[in-house]
């Protein structure tokens, strides 16, 4: 079984600098995509940011040259690296990792960021 455990998150000022981990445990042989996601309350889920096994990157709009979205091939953990932070970065953040090798989609309970003005 593969879960995933995500740390960083919490409460800091606007402009500030946060770094979420997202570690997976359990036998994992490949990964497609890992990706950060975030739901602010009354909001549905969104993408942040994806990092396909391929090395490519893909992010939301809102976040583009602020968020950085890294990963370490042992062991099995993602980042995201979110500088220059606004209010509205305020949400619950959750990693995903869409694997290979067992065939899983698995989400991480989430991490809160809070972002004051």
């Known amino acids: 079984q593969v879960q995933l455990v995500e740390s960083g998150g919490g409460l800091v000022q606007a402009g500030g600098s946060l770094r979420l981990s997202c570690a997976a445990s359990?036998?994992?042989?490949?990964?497609?995509?890992m990706a950060w996601y975030r739901q602010a309350p009354g909001k549905q889920r969104e993408l942040v940011a994806r990092l396909t096994s391929g090395g490519t990157t893909n992010y939301a709009e809102s976040v583009k040259g602020r968020f950085t979205i890294s990963r370490d091939n042992a062991p099995n953990t993602v980042y995201l690296q979110m500088n220059s932070l606004k209010p509205e970065d305020t949400a619950v953040y959750y990693c995903?990792?869409?694997?290979?090798?067992?065939?899983?989609?698995?989400w991480g309970q989430g991490t809160r960021v809070t972002v004051s003005s």
């Open positions: 359990g036998i994992i042989f490949s990964i497609n995509d």
């Open positions: 995903y990792f869409d694997i290979r090798t067992p065939r899983l989609e698995v």
